[in-house]
Structures are given as structure tokens and as C-alpha cells.
Nanobody, 120 residues
Framework: QVQLVESGGGSVQAGGSLRLSCAAS????????MGWFRQAPGREREGVAV??????NTYYRDSVKDRFTISQAKNTTYLQMNRLQPEDTAMYYC???????????????WGQGTQVTVSS
């Protein structure tokens, strides 16, 4: 089992930046992809960005391309978020997956989430 702890959320004005961190511990040997997902009130959880630990490939949802960057250093996965917009407001969750396809994870393990609020 993998334990995931997120940090770095907060409140910013539109156009601002935040960096989220996700520290992974436990049985991380077979994790093939790490990702960030988000869920706004009344909406489905959606994939934001994914990095494959096997080859470093990354995937982004269209609305965050050129604004968000996912990266990984040792057992910590980061999400650098620039030019934030009010529509980026959501609870952001880190996920560790063993079966992944693009932004879709099968049976991932989740962190507890960190809130991001962007005001206009």
C-alpha cells in the first residue's frame, strides 16, 4: 500500500501561482504513474496531470496545458500551477496508479486532498 500526503494548496488571486507537493511512502515499487486530480463542488473528479514513472512521459488535460507542469523528484510529485484561473478552484488529490492510460487510472490510491481557491 502507498501513503500519499499532499501539501501546498491555498488561496490566490487570478493570475497567481501555487506549487502542490505529494510525498509518497510505503510500497511504491510497482507504481507506474503519479497524477493530480481535482474535484470542484457538484462536479466529477477529473484528471489534471499525470507523469509516468517508467519513462517520464506526461499528460495534461487541455484546460491546463501550458499553465501547469507535473514533475517528480525521488518519491515526491509536484504540480506547478501558473496563471491560475477561478475555474481551477477545486480540491486537488494526488494519486498513485499501477494501471494507467493517459489521465485514466484504474484502482488508484489517493491522498487526502489539498484545497486550491482562486479568486477573480
Amino acid at each position: 500500500q502507498v501513503q500519499l500526503v499532499e501539501s501546498g494548496g491555498g488561496s490566490v488571486q487570478a493570475g497567481g501561482s501555487l506549487r502542490l507537493s505529494c510525498a509518497a511512502s510505503g510500497y511504491t515499487v510497482k507504481v507506474t504513474c503519479m497524477g493530480w486530480f481535482r474535484q470542484a463542488p457538484g462536479r466529477e473528479r477529473e484528471g489534471v496531470a499525470v507523469i509516468y514513472t517508467t519513462n517520464g512521459n506526461t499528460y495534461y488535460r487541455d484546460s491546463v496545458k501550458d499553465r501547469f507542469t507535473i514533475s517528480q523528484a525521488k518519491n515526491t510529485t509536484y504540480l506547478q500551477m501558473n496563471r491560475l484561473q477561478p475555474e481551477d478552484t477545486a480540491m486537488y488529490y494526488c494519486a498513485a496508479g499501477r494501471v494507467c492510460a493517459g489521465l485514466v487510472f484504474t484502482g488508484p490510491e489517493w491522498g487526502q486532498g489539498t484545497q486550491v481557491t482562486v479568486s477573480s
